[in-house]
């Protein structure tokens, strides 16, 4: 099983690599770490518990050495070398009041991107739905289509968030006897039909108000329960307006850290529709600013992949973001995690991925595939024997046999210290796990020295602190004129 290894440092930063199995503190020591340390891209860090932002934090702050055209660090006057710092964003599900704030809809720039939000939001919060929901499910579509559309179109831009769309949820009250009553959002979109009947929010929701008044009702109930999760205040207030900047990651060296519980999965949906509108805004981006290359590298880092839930297309995404320059990292505890997601796309992501590294583990599944996918080496054998009688006689049988690489009971207690690596093109080898205190940026880190911990309060803390030559200008509250 061993491999001459890829030369190239850079050959894993442009693939996108499934990772399988290990523990938590193991798979953040002896991969997350290293690579996030390495500073040579924008990177997203699905971050469980903020362990990896408070313990690389400083580092990045510090950021990578600025190199010359030849590669060569760049030095100031007094020799010391220049730093290019990394943009550090923050978004917390665990606790919204040391986060920054995300609004979906600060990204919506078409008619189509409302559409993706809505299939992200659909996708992410159906919950145990069964099949024969699917009536509902679209016409939830509709409506949420609708009320999106004539809120991107028609809304002030500080009411483009959840909470205008809660609050035009919560208007729409139906009266089953009285078929011609209209609700104030019915009046809404009346107004605005008068004005463009072929206004595509206008188009949506005449689709939608098309079932009887029992089944609107049904439908409403459905949305409420849908959106449930935003009718918390915190919720509200973190969705209020944009800080994330999605689609700058790929202009500037960003470290964007999406924290979430790895327990409890209630708002794990506002992760994954980050990850939607980020490869969609980044895609576009690349496509019609910069000729199909982004000019910084974005790695995504998706530790825990299986508990942000499903990113939709990311079977397509994941075959078409490497032309991009981005690429994604999938770790999972087993495969059969990403196939009770993705069902029959599993095999599909799978296939994108250039590497895959097993960490090691016991689930049945992914000990059989990866015992499949080393396949056989061949072995000698040979038989002696031997008869005693009147003449006594001897045998010789050589014998060439197919034996597994590595056994399935061999796999699940691999050595702990130990990994194996599947590159595309290269045969899979053993290797040892990377021990985090060789990397030249480890002193950096709050594992080296607890004085270098990252306090997350104290950068979300925006409040100014004014220096004696600082220049400001005092505005009276009365003096601005406000816009509606």
């Known amino acids: 099983m061993m491999s001459n290894r890829p030369k190239n440092p850079a050959y894993a930063r442009n693939k996108n690599v499934l990772i399988v199995g290990g523990s938590g503190s193991g798979k953040t020591r002896f991969w997350l770490k290293p690579n996030l340390l390495q500073m040579h891209s924008s990177y997203v860090i699905t971050d469980p518990k903020a362990s990896v932002l408070i313990e690389c934090g400083k580092a990045l702050e510090r950021g990578a050495p600025v190199l010359d055209a030849k590669g060569n660090p760049v030095k100031d006057k007094h020799g010391k070398p220049l730093y290019e710092p990394y943009v550090i964003k923050v978004f917390n599900t665990i606790n919204f009041k040391k986060s920054q704030h995300y609004n979906p809809f600060s990204y919506i720039h078409s008619e189509k991107d409302i559409l993706k939000l809505v299939t992200a939001l659909i996708a992410n919060t159906k919950g145990d739905g069964k099949a024969g929901d699917e009536f509902w499910t679209k016409a939830e579509t509709l409506l949420y289509t609708a009320l999106i559309g004539y809120i991107h179109y028609e809304a002030p831009e500080n009411e483009q968030n959840f909470a205008t769309l809660l609050e035009m949820l919560n208007s729409m009250d139906v009266r089953e006897d009285d078929e011609d009553y209209q609700n104030p959002v019915d009046v809404m979109f009346e107004e605005l039909k008068k004005k463009n009947p072929n206004h595509f929010a206008v188009r949506q929701y005449v689709k939608f108000k098309m079932a009887a008044g029992k089944t609107l009702k ?49 708002f794990n949906f506002l992760i994954s529709m980050i990850y939607t509108q980020l490869f969609n805004l980044l895609c576009e981006k690349a496509d019609d600013v910069y000729n199909g290359r982004l000019p910084v590298h974005v790695r995504c880092l998706i530790d825990e992949c299986a508990n942000i839930g499903q990113i939709p297309n990311l079977e397509k995404l994941i075959a078409t973001i490497r032309s991009r320059e981005i690429s994604a990292c999938l770790v999972l505890q087993a495969k059969s995690q990403l196939k009770a997601i993705y069902k029959d796309n599993a095999d599909t992501i799978i296939g994108n991925c250039d590497a895959q590294i097993f960490l090691g583990g016991s689930e049945p599944t992914t000990l059989k595939d990866l015992n499949q996918s080393l396949g056989k080496e061949t072995i000698d054998t040979f038989n002696t024997g031997e008869s005693r009688g009147r003449e006594q006689s001897h045998s010789l049988n050589y014998q060439k046999l197919g034996h597994d690489l590595l056994s399935v009971d061999e796999l699940a207690v691999l050595d702990g210290s130990k990994c194996i690596l599947q590159l595309r093109g290269v045969r899979p080898f053993l290797s040892e796990k990377y021990d985090l205190t060789k990397h030249p940026n480890y002193p950096l880190t709050s594992d080296a020295d607890k004085k270098n911990a990252f306090d997350i309060e104290k950068f979300l803390n925006h409040r100014l602190t004014l220096k004696p030559e600082d220049r400001y200008t005092v505005v009276k509250p009365d003096e601005v004129k406000m816009d509606r």
């Open 218 to 266: 049904s439908i409403l109930v459905s949305c409420g329960a849908r959106l449930a999760p935003f009718d918390i205040q915190e919720v509200r207030d973190i969705t209020m307006y944009d800080e994330l900047e999605l689609d700058k990651l790929g202009d500037r060296k960003t470290a964007l850290f999406l924290i979430m519980s790895d327990t409890d999965a209630t």
